[in-house]
């Protein structure tokens, strides 16, 4: 199967966790289209009463569309579940998360969430983190500070750039360092570092955060708990 159907084939699988009642954390791409588009169809289908909290304007964008109910992470006292994609899932289960760059948003929401799942094709499952560039959502003034110091600390930084070429802004107007590691050997030691830097808003290490992967393989969707 191509990748775009083992995306198709998580998004679609994903909504059997989700019940009436639910509030439920809305993550951002291509993976979570597919599991919007699903639970869309089951709301309709099973006159469920669901509420969706999202992490991007691009996810409230097509959850607007399909006339899912929507609150805002303050405006609810629980989140019941949230499902996400990822961009890279390690052996132990820690992540990398923001190819989107919504990784503050997605942080928050996954932070404030009972249950966490991700649904990934099996691609994204690796031994260690660090082959997908790390992202870190930085504030603007002072950011060619903290990029030469992380060039100075040999992470290898990229500003993300727009196809017209522009530093890429953040739903919260920031930009995004995707640092190039290639191995992640000690994730939280890196994540701390990266917290104490001023500038830094938030970092797309994602750590202790799911309950339960749903990767898609050839032969159909496998779930890790
Ligand atoms: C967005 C994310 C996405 O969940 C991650 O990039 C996976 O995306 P996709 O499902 O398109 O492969 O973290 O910030």
């Known amino acids: 199967m191509k990748q775009d159907e083992l995306k198709k084939l998580v998004g679609y699988k994903a909504v059997d966790w989700i ?6 954390g ?6 979570v289209k597919y599991m919007i588009n699903a639970l869309a169809r089951k709301i309709k289908n099973e006159h469920l009463n669901i509420t969706g909290v999202v992490t991007s304007n ?6 607007r569309l399909l ?33 989107g760059a919504a990784l503050l948003f997605e942080k928050i929401v996954a932070t404030n969430s009972k249950k966490n799942i991700w649904i990934v094709d099996q691609s994204k499952l690796v031994d260690q983190l660090g082959a997908f ?6 504030i603007p003034y002072g950011s060619r500070q903290l990029f030469s110091s992380f060039k100075a600390k040999g992470f290898h930084p990229e500003f993300r750039i727009t196809t017209m070429g522009e530093k ?8 995004i360092i995707d640092l190039h590691l290639g191995k992640i050997s000690k994730p939280e030691k890196m994540a701390t570092y990266l917290k104490s830097q ?3 808003v938030e970092h797309g290490l994602f750590l202790n955060t799911v309950n339960t992967v749903v990767a898609g393989y050839d032969d159909g969707p496998r779930v890790f708990e």
């Open 198 to 200: 001023v500038g830094v």
């Open 19 to 24: 019940h009436d009642g639910m509030i439920v």
């Open 133 to 138: 560039p790390l992202p870190v959502e930085v």
């Open 26 to 31: 809305l993550g951002t791409g291509s993976t």
């Open 67 to 99: 006339g899912i109910k929507l609150k805002s992470v303050d405006a609810v006292d629980h989140i019941d579940l949230t499902i996400d994609g990822a961009d890279e899932i390690s052996s132990d289960y820690q992540g990398i998360k923001g190819g």
């Open 168 to 175: 890429r802004k953040t739903d919260s107007g920031n930009f």
């Open 58 to 63: 691009q996810t409230a964008n097509q959850a």
